[in-house]
């Protein structure tokens, strides 16, 4: 460990590597790519997260398509070193310690960024304390304000204590908004001002330290808790009336706490940028389009192509518009190598054979209601109808949410569709989806399926891990899609481009209608007949949407934007 790093980035989950299964879905997988690319460009950070001993879960399916749910059990001793400074904060008016393991990502360029996993689970707390950090999004929302202040809080603390100077904030979602009310204590005391008459003072001091980057693009979305409960968990740390006046007279909403109390703020892309402003009027909100880690989302086949052509690619992904030097039949090569692995590894873990000949397409995210997995079999005739004009096999994955009864249910509808038109078309569930998986899919499959209710999707990101590996995309017209999308040329979108008042919705319907249209009549006969315009929209993916859409250059952009503001 060394305290150098000047920018601390806070984030309730961390996905860096399937070992360390603290991270649920997309905002994770984020976090841990931008601690790679920063490892890259050797930027001066350090990020703060929870230890997470219980993991999210892990997924079995049976076989009604029923999740479920077990306790991941994993040892942090294995790949972390636990660190001897312990620090305190008040919960419910008791003090709960805390420790951090400290956890080293290396860049195959030289740089190094530390990781800290905050851990309640020390000797001197209760039973009851000791499992603050166990589960990532468990529990009640009494437990999950536990979490947030041991991050929040007991994050601020523990750099402290472990001797950083910390210039910027950066606050991945809301989640560790709390850290602002510690900042403003700190800066109380140090000037010993009264509350009531310099409140506004020290809040220009905290956000001048603070950036704060929101990923939900819709008000139920937001963390939010009840005063009382705040009372009684938190204590009145600060006056109430303060907090309310920073966090939301009703409830304390984090989302606000942290725009109140940050000079920088940003959405994950351009139109997400352009929502979070319609939600909340009056603060200048700023767009900073996601990326992905490149070196981790290209498959191993891909990285010996772009070895091969384009030296450097993968510290530097701007390189990768050069790819049309790279002959079609290398590019198809690598293509039907990941393909055969992926088909591979299906046989394996479900038993069922698919064919490496046949056109696939892959569909892996977060189950919940708004990511419509099942809108292919909108109309399950007409889909049937679809597949007869050349063959399709279809790979689904993702978790839901433990309490989300609609999303487990989609689960359950599509592992009944599999078996009612197993005849027709293969299509396989594969469980528990983690990084190892999802790194075989969007590099395995031929087209990369993506269907959210409007405008749901901040930005996604598996569509981008697609696009490195010459995988292209088919999607609503939504999130990074719109910044990625040329209709015919990267690929291909689903429904009505975007208008300015997303609000107005789109029937389920006709977004099935226009995925049915472009199947039967685009992408199924392009596949089977027209192998060199295939390969063309192969290597524009990688040319026109892998050399941007990367953590790299979207570090870069924080960097420039936020941080050194
Ligand atoms: C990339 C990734 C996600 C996020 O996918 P989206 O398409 O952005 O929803 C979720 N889970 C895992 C394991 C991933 O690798």
Request: charged share 25%; glycine share 8%; hydrophobic share 40%.
């Amino acid at each position: 460990m060394n305290n150098e790093a000047a920018i601390a980035y806070f984030s309730m989950e961390i996905g860096l590597s399937n070992d360390i299964p603290t991270y649920s879905g997309g905002l994770g997988i984020l976090a841990g790519d931008t601690i790679k690319s920063s490892a890259d460009l050797e930027i001066p950070i350090v990020a703060v997260t929870l230890i997470s001993k219980k993991g999210f879960f892990s997924q079995d399916i049976n076989n009604e398509g029923k999740q479920i749910e077990h306790a991941v059990d994993w040892d942090p001793s294995r790949f972390m070193v636990r660190l001897p400074k312990k620090v305190e904060v008040q919960v419910e008016g008791r003090s709960v310690f805390l420790q951090a393991w400290c956890y080293t990502v290396r860049s195959i360029a030289g740089g190094e960024v530390d990781v800290l996993y905050l851990d309640t689970d020390v000797e001197e707390n209760t039973k009851e304390d000791r499992e603050i950090t166990d589960v990532l999004y468990g529990g009640d929302m009494q437990y999950r304000l536990k979490q947030e202040i041991i991050l929040g809080i007991g994050g601020v603390r523990m750099l402290r204590a472990l001797g950083y100077h910390i210039k910027k904030y950066h606050m991945n979602e809301g989640h560790a908004s709390l850290l602002t009310l510690e900042l403003l204590l700190l800066y109380k005391r140090d000037v010993e001002s009264v509350w009531d008459e310099n409140w506004i003072w020290d809040a220009d001091r905290v956000k001048d330290l603070c950036v704060f980057t929101t990923h939900t693009p819709i008000e139920a979305g937001h963390d939010r808790f009840s005063y009382d409960l705040v009372q009684k968990v938190l204590g009145e740390i600060i006056p109430l009336e303060v907090l309310k006046r920073f966090g939301g007279k009703q409830y304390l909403n984090m989302t606000l706490l942290a725009l109140n109390l940050s000079n920088y703020v940003n959405g994950v892309a351009k139109k997400h940028g352009e929502v979070s402003k319609n939600l909340f009027p009056g603060y200048e909100i700023h767009a900073i389009t996601n990326g992905v880690h490149s070196f981790t989302w290209t498959c191993e086949s891909f990285k010996r192509l772009y070895d091969k052509y384009i030296p450097g690619w993968a510290n530097e992904p701007e390189l990768l518009v050069r790819t049309e030097i790279i002959p079609d039949e290398e590019v198809w090569e690598a293509h039907i190598q990941a393909k055969s692995e992926l088909v591979d590894y299906v046989k394996k873990v479900t038993d069922i054979k698919m064919s490496p000949d046949v056109l696939t397409i892959g569909f892996a995210r977060r189950f919940t209601s708004y990511k419509r997995a099942d809108l292919m079999f909108f109309d399950l005739k007409r889909f049937l109808k679809v597949c007869e004009k050349g063959r399709v096999q279809i790979i689904y994955s993702g978790k839901a949410h433990p309490k989300d009864t609609p999303g487990k249910d989609i689960i359950k509808k599509i592992v009944e569709i599999a078996k009612a038109i197993n005849d027709n078309v293969t299509i396989v569930f594969i469980k528990n989806y983690c990084i190892e998986v999802a790194l075989k899919l969007v590099s395995g499959v031929d087209i990369w399926l993506n269907t959210p209710l409007r405008p749901r999707e901040a930005s996604g990101t598996s569509g981008m891990k697609a696009v490195h590996n010459g995988v292209i995309n088919f999607s609503i017209l939504d999130g990074w899609w719109i910044e990625g999308h040329i209709e015919g040329v990267t690929g291909w979108s689903i429904g009505p481009k975007p208008v300015e008042s997303s609000l107005i919705p789109v029937s389920d319907a006709t977004d099935a209608e226009d995925l049915y249209y472009k199947l039967e009549n685009l992408i199924i006969p392009m596949y089977y007949n027209d192998r060199g315009q295939w390969i063309r929209v192969m290597k524009n993916s990688i040319s026109k949407l892998a050399y941007y859409f990367n953590t790299n250059r979207m570090m870069r952009r924080y960097v420039t934007e936020a941080y050194l503001r």
